[in-house]
């Protein structure tokens, strides 16, 4: 088990509610990674952050958003939820924005009825 | 489009053979080529990163090549166990480290 927390472990949302996902880092990372996990597919990233900054994004639209706070903790927030947002979503810490070796999370999964 | 494919099928090998799962990749130069296992309704758990200058690394039963010319990797699990049954997803990694791309993964089955 790696030390990286995510909160609620499920979750289901009406189509056109917003959502807020939250992430605790392994203890002295500074840098958190979430992904998007469709059914079948592989991880797919969204954005980074590291301390406090977004630090590159992925192909997801602006009501795709985040934050990082001064204890590295992190939430997702998703407005104007789509049912294709249906989805496991992850959140991966490291050591330092240069380090590549990233330790996940278990997930939350997210239902959009 | 940056792509990256590994087998969509399933490898079903016999306990003590080696499995090997392939990821091929188009439109990338990346930093970085990493291996993770992914087991049901978890999260992905590191298990080898090897450097664009590197041809191969090793851990343990696991060993990984990486073929810029190619743009392929290998990995391999030797004398593999029915406790290595899992997904196996690889991932490229941009120079900064900021950009994870993942395939979508390869299944194995390991029968005793």
């Known amino acids: 088990e790696t030390g990286v927390t995510q909160s609620p472990t499920h979750l289901i949302k009406t189509r056109g509610q917003q959502v807020t996902l939250r992430c605790s880092s392994q203890s002295g990372h500074n840098t958190v990674s979430w992904y998007q996990q469709a059914l079948g597919q592989g991880p797919q990233f969204i954005f980074q952050y590291y301390r406090e900054e977004e630090n590159g994004r992925g192909n997801f639209p602006p009501r795709f958003s985040g934050l990082q706070f001064p204890n590295y903790s992190s939430e997702l927030n998703v407005n104007a939820l789509e049912l294709d947002d249906s989805a496991l979503y992850l959140c991966?810490?490291?050591?330092?924005?240069?380090?590549?070796?990233?330790?996940f999370g278990p997930g939350t999964r997210l239902t959009v009825t | 489009s940056q792509k990256i494919e590994q087998n969509s099928e399933a490898l079903n090998i016999q306990e003590g053979k080696t499995a090997t799962l392939t990821c091929n990749y188009t439109n990338y130069s990346p930093a970085y080529l990493q291996w993770y296992r992914q087991d049901p309704g978890r999260g992905p758990v590191f298990l080898l990163l090897?450097?664009?200058?590197?041809k191969e690394k090793r851990k343990e039963r696991l060993k990984v090549t990486f073929d810029t010319t190619l743009k392929q990797s290998l990995f391999h699990i030797t004398a593999s166990q029915p406790a290595d049954s899992a997904t196996y997803l690889c991932?490229?990694?941009?120079?900064?480290?900021?950009?994870?791309?993942f395939g979508a993964g390869t299944r194995l089955f390991v029968k005793a």
């Open positions: 991966a810490s490291s050591l330092d924005r240069g380090a590549y070796e990233q330790y």
């Open positions: 991932a490229l990694v941009n120079t900064g480290g900021f950009k994870t791309i």
């Open positions: 090897i450097r664009e200058n590197e």
